[in-house]
């Protein structure tokens, strides 16, 4: 099931392969097909996932397992396995990961350069995060991590725009030597537990290593935290989400961020739970400096992409303030937000993207009264915006909610701060609307249509849909994310 | 010498080898009255090549160690295959070039065949001596080799600088191997591994000169830094196909030599070499890397790449054990067939437009994608992404050094590995990034030879990189040969 979910997209990718390149048509086409089918299993995968979860049995470990011994040097002292499954902490990413590469294909209907090729990457870059969230495995999992790059890389500077090259470069710096520190404290932890399985190293975290344990923490943070990101290291988030063509930035917002959070629940805390505990203080503040500053750093933005894409700096810190707590209710919060996140930031991206398709500017101080011409798009623009300041009823509020009460009684100052986080957001967020879409019709922008296209309707009602949803009904996710944080936070309770 | 019947059946394969090159002598002697094709010698070379690799495998498991000179074992078998493998790519994917640019074919064809024979004994040799002949069979092949090309007055002088720096090596070389004679008594690697077992306090300052002497000169023929200097130059001066072998063939030997004598004869005085062996690997590693960030040439940007490649196998000799032993075969061989993929690339590219500057290679994914989804895939294995081969072998690598206690070699390979994208990511940018130069946008396709090798040597790339299963249970096997612990 599993397996199927990474050979779509790479089925596709073969398929567009052998595709001339004149037929630009039918590349999209394909891509639809492959992604759309990588999204139906993804679906039937939480189904039957939450099914199980419901049933009297509940879910005890992972579900759908897919494993095999893959590179065996048991002789030589370590073995790689090829294993995959899928807890309640993993389902929803994986459900996330098939919406917006859905999403992501759909509102690349209009690509004209290089289509056949940009859908390829696309492709790729889908089965390598779907990869990332699958694997119990850490040297498979570190394999799909770097896999991630190459078509990050290709994408932002071929299809983007702006400074797209120092863009994408910076991303893969930034990206490689965090994940080198990280493979360094892979091969010490695999080492010391003679085994890289992750479900054998959390059930028995190792107690001593050829290093300090705390070294070994933060090299494994140091590629999750820079992937998250947080302050100091999230100054290659702007400009590659500025300079990224829409659908990357909405998969890099989406999914991408959240393998950093992901990692830190599914790694660095069951793994290493003595020094995630020593070292929470630590983590507390790091959130409340990220969300704070980037707040601050977000209302000061007139690029509206570079807005969204600072704001999600401060949404991030939201995340790790949620796993500093290292309780299961703050673990939760951190869980819901890393999808709610992925949904309404990465419309919040579509919006832009629709928007600047339209106007070809993103400069805040140049639109104004855009409401007149594309009600439709300033409506779902408004619906993301109020999600992502945590408007009740929308999904944004839940995770939020959870991650403060979770957090409240463990770093109360860092608490405080976030809130006053929500409080800049509403700054940002409504001020920024209400520069572009309120306001007088301007003459210049009379000729603008609004979203018309089949593509970008579909792409924009799945996601408010899903944004509603979870708003209203937030069982939908809490019960699958509370059974996959459940364990982990009784491994950190425990140390 | 009380027993000389030996199973010369085992030599077979470098019997076919030489044959071989004799015959291709004869045939260029007396090509035009024989009316022969120009298909004829490389076809001839081909063949040679397929019949010897064909006949190496018939001798799995068998074992004869020809009176302690010469053991043909599974780690000699391992090599042969591996360096018949690499000269028939190199011969099917060079001979167009070798046609346009190469003055003498026959000679050409005839010295990469002896050189290989040299490369064999290279890892077979179980004598200092029998070494040092395989090295220079195989080095005095390679110097010719060099200055072969016509059109390139650079070849001459690559060729002079690799001699004359080739023989002060070569020296300092048999200086070390007598010292190493002089204190153990013997030439023959078991007796000289009985005698330092028992103590070597008193042989102090020869033997750590013998073995500062021997290192020297091997690191000078692995090209690893500080003994570098002659590799780029080399590399940019030979003809193609021999800056492939010169990569591929001529370390991998040097490392089955170093490999076989510092787990057998020199283990047990491995505290006066490890810490030599740790330092050339770190200067290696970091500076191959360092100065390959800025080269502008193809040639050279791989040769300096190759020697950073060095660095992480120095990196297992000095961790030696069965693990980094193996480890280091299974990297050898994944080494071998990445950078054969990309150099069957820069030839085929080489063949088309007679450049080889990295900018020349702007565009190239427009002009001819698939060629540039073998260099991306060649250059991105060399760095070490997953899913290729490069992955898999430098991680298994890294793991070996990691657990035999040389956590701080890991950490600094991982960082030089991590330097390396950038400079690998460069020639990518070029070809994807960039227009193509003005009047040659046009698409252009490979002769099939170009298609046959690059084709295969890819699928090879991700076959490694996806399933390396069984090249790490045959490198296991052929480590196993040298008994460590």
């Known amino acids: ?35 759309s089918l990588a999204f139906a299993v993804s679906a039937v995968i939480f189904v039957r996932f939450m099914l199980e979860l419901n049933s009297d049995a509940g879910v005890e470990g992972y579900l759908f397992i897919d494993r095999f011994a893959w590179i065996n040097a048991r002789d030589a002292g370590f073995d790689v396995q090829y294993f995959l499954g899928v807890d309640g902490l993993s389902a929803p990413m994986v459900l996330l990961t098939g919406l917006l590469s859905l999403v992501a294909v759909l509102i690349s209907w209009r690509i004209e350069l290089r289509v056949r090729e940009y859908f390829i990457w696309l492709l790729v870059l889908e089965t390598a995060v779907a990869g990332v969230f699958m694997s119990l495995d850490l040297i498979q999992f570190f394999l799909f991590w770097e896999l991630e790059l190459l078509p990050m890389y290709m994408l932002i500077s071929i299809w983007g725009s702006g400074r797209k090259e120092y863009s994408a470069m910076k991303f893969l710096l930034f990206t490689i030597a965090g994940s080198a520190f990280m493979l360094l404290a892979f091969l010490v932890l695999g080492l010391s537990a003679d085994s890289f399985d992750i479900e054998v190293l959390t059930a028995n975290p190792p107690a001593e290593t050829i290093v300090p344990l705390s070294l070994l923490f933060w090299g494994v943070m140091a590629a999750f935290l820079v992937k998250l990101p947080v302050f100091p290291v999230h100054t290659w988030l702007p400009d590659a989400h500025t300079d990224a063509p829409t659908a990357v930035s909405v998969l890099l917002a989406g999914v991408l961020l959240k393998m950093g959070g992901y990692g830190i629940l599914r790694i660095a805390l069951p793994v290493l739970p003595g020094e995630a505990r020593d070292f929470r203080y630590v983590l507390a503040a790091i959130a409340a400096v990220s969300v704070v500053y980037g707040a601050v750093l977000t209302l000061r933005q007139t690029d509206l992409k570079r807005l969204v894409a600072y704001s999600s700096v401060s949404h991030m810190g939201y995340v790790l303030l949620g796993v500093a707590t290292m309780g299961a209710v703050g673990m939760s919060g ?7 996140h992925g949904t309404i930031t ?3 991206f579509i919006m832009v993207g629709l928007v600047y398709d339209r106007t070809h500017t993103r400069e805040i101080p140049e639109m104004s009264g855009l409401m007149h011409r594309m009600p439709v798009i300033g409506a779902v623009m408004l619906i993301a915006g109020l999600a992502s300041l945590g408007l009740p009823a929308l999904s944004g509020f839940v995770a939020e909610v959870t991650i403060f009460l979770g957090a409240i009684a463990e770093h109360p100052a860092a608490t405080i701060a976030a809130v006053f986080g929500v409080v800049l957001a509403a700054g940002y967020i409504l001020w920024a609307v209400e520069r572009v879409f309120m306001g007088p019709p301007s003459d210049r922008w009379a000729h603008l249509d609004d979203a018309t296209g089949w593509w970008e309707r579909l792409a924009m009602g799945g996601m408010v849909l899903s944004i509603v949803a979870v708003g209203i009904f937030p069982r939908i996710l809490t019960d699958a994310v509370e059974s996959g944080i459940a364990p982990i936070a009784a491994i950190v309770g425990a140390a | 010498m009380s027993d000389l019947n030996f199973d010369y059946a085992l030599l077979i394969p470098e019997f076919i080898l030489v044959g071989t090159a004799i015959l291709i002598i004869m045939a260029d002697l007396f090509r035009k009255e024989l009316g022969l094709g120009r298909l004829v010698l490389p076809a001839i070379a081909a063949l040679g090549t397929i019949a010897a690799g064909a006949a190496s495998l018939a001798y799995i498991d068998d074992v004869d160690d020809f009176a302690n000179v010469i053991a043909i ?9 591996l360096f018949t493998v690499v000269l028939l790519v190199v011969v099917v994917s060079g001979y167009e070039y070798v046609e346009r640019n190469i003055r003498h074919t026959g000679e050409f064809y005839a010295l990469l065949l002896l050189s290989t024979v040299g490369a064999i004994y290279m890892a077979g040799a179980r004598e200092l001596l029998t070494a040092y002949i395989s090295i220079e069979l195989l080095s005095f092949s390679l110097y010719v080799a060099v200055s072969l090309a016509k059109t390139n007055p650079r070849s001459a002088e690559a060729g002079l600088k690799y001699v004359l720096l080739g023989g002060v090596a070569s020296a300092m070389l048999l200086y070390g191997m007598s010292l190493i004679y002089g204190t153990a008594g013997s030439t023959q690697y078991s007796e000289i591994a009985a005698a330092f077992s028992g103590g070597t306090s008193e042989y102090g300052f020869a033997l750590l000169l013998g073995l500062v002497l021997l290192i020297a000169g091997l690191g000078f023929k692995a090209s690893a830094v500080p003994f570098h200097m002659w590799t780029p130059d080399a590399y940019e001066g030979a003809p193609l196909p021999i800056t492939a072998y010169l990569s591929a063939t001529s370390k991998a030997a040097t490392f089955a030599l170093l490999l076989r004598i510092f ?3 020199l283990l047990p005085v491995i505290d006066q070499w490890q810490w030599m062996m740790a330092t050339i690997a770190v200067m290696t590693m970091v500076g191959g890397n360092l100065i390959a960030l800025q080269q502008t040439n193809i040639k050279r940007l791989l040769a300096y790449s190759s020697i950073g490649q060095v660095g992480y196998m120095l990196m297992a000799i000095t961790t030696i054990s069965d693990a980094s032993a193996s480890a280091l075969l299974v990297h050898v061989a994944g080494y071998l067939i990445t950078n054969l993929a990309v150099f069957s690339a820069v030839i085929a590219f080489h063949n088309r437009t007679g450049k080889e500057e990295l900018d020349d290679f702007a565009g190239l994914a427009e002009t001819n994608p698939y060629l540039a989804m073998v260099l991306t895939a060649g250059m991105f294995s060399l760095a070490g992404m997953p899913l290729l081969a490069g992955f898999v072998t430098k991680f298994i690598l890294f793991q070996a050094a990691a657990s035999g206690g040389y956590l701080w070699l890991a950490t600094v390979a991982v960082i030089a590995s991590t330097i390396s994208l950038y400079y690998y990511l460069q020639v990518i940018r070029r070809m994807y990034l960039l227009e193509p130069a003005r009047g040659e946008s046009g698409r252009w396709r490979l002769s099939p030879a170009g298609y046959i090798a690059t084709g295969t040597l890819t699928a090879g790339v991700f076959l490694v990189g996806i399933y390396a299963g069984p090249l790490f249970t045959v490198a296991d096997r052929a480590a196993r040969v040298l008994a460590l612990s």
Do not use: C, H
């Not at chain 1, 951190?334 to 709610?340: D, I, K, N």
């Open chain 1, 1 to 35: 099931m599993l397996t199927l979910f990474l050979l779509l997209p790479l089925g596709g990718a073969a398929m567009l392969a052998v595709t001339p390149n004149e037929r630009k048509e039918e590349a999209r086409w394909i891509a639809l097909v492959f992604s």
């Open chain 1, 334 to 340: 951190a869980a819901l937000q890393m999808f709610t």
């Open chain 1, 346 to 348: 990465g419309l919040l």
């Open chain 2, 73 to 81: 074992d599974n780690y000699t078998t391992f090599f042969r295959v």
């Open chain 2, 263 to 265: 787990a057998g004869p």
